[in-house]
């Protein structure tokens, strides 16, 4: 099982980046996808989830009206749109993937994780 985030990078504020997690070793169909985000000296926190079982999403009241996740099952990818970006999004963002129909923002649920990227918005 193998979650690979690309896209990130640097951006001003008010820009928008679209992160993307590949999923391979098992079918996003199968588990739901989660995005979380840590910056330096701060608790990881959770940003937004993607229900395998109805398409349901959730948002952080921190993103909310500006991040956007979808999914391509077929290519197994699950995206995070961001938009108005805020120098308050700055931190290494994480994909991570829990088996079954449960999905939310709770991390020490999710069963498998990415390696990060970083995104940095600067002012």
């Known amino acids: 099982v193998q979650l690979v985030e690309s896209g990130g990078g640097l951006v001003q504020a008010g820009g928008s980046l679209r992160l993307s997690c590949a999923a391979s070793?098992?079918?996003?169909?199968?588990?739901?996808i989660g995005w979380f985000r840590q910056a330096p000296g701060k608790e990881r926190e959770g940003v937004s989830c993607?229900?395998?079982?109805?398409?349901?999403?959730h948002y952080a009241d921190s993103v909310k009206g500006r991040f956007t996740i979808s999914k391509d099952s077929a290519k197994m990818t699950v995206f995070l749109q961001m938009n108005n970006l805020k120098p308050d999004d700055t931190a290494v963002y994480y994909c991570?993937?829990?088996?079954?129909?449960?999905?939310?923002?709770?991390?020490?649920?999710?069963?498998?994780w990415g390696q990060g990227i970083q995104v940095t918005v600067s002012a």
């Open positions: 070793g098992f079918t996003t169909n199968d588990y739901a």
């Open positions: 991570a993937a829990v088996r079954g129909s449960w999905y939310g923002l709770q991390g020490y649920e999710y069963d498998y």
């Open positions: 993607i229900s395998n079982y109805n398409g349901n999403t």
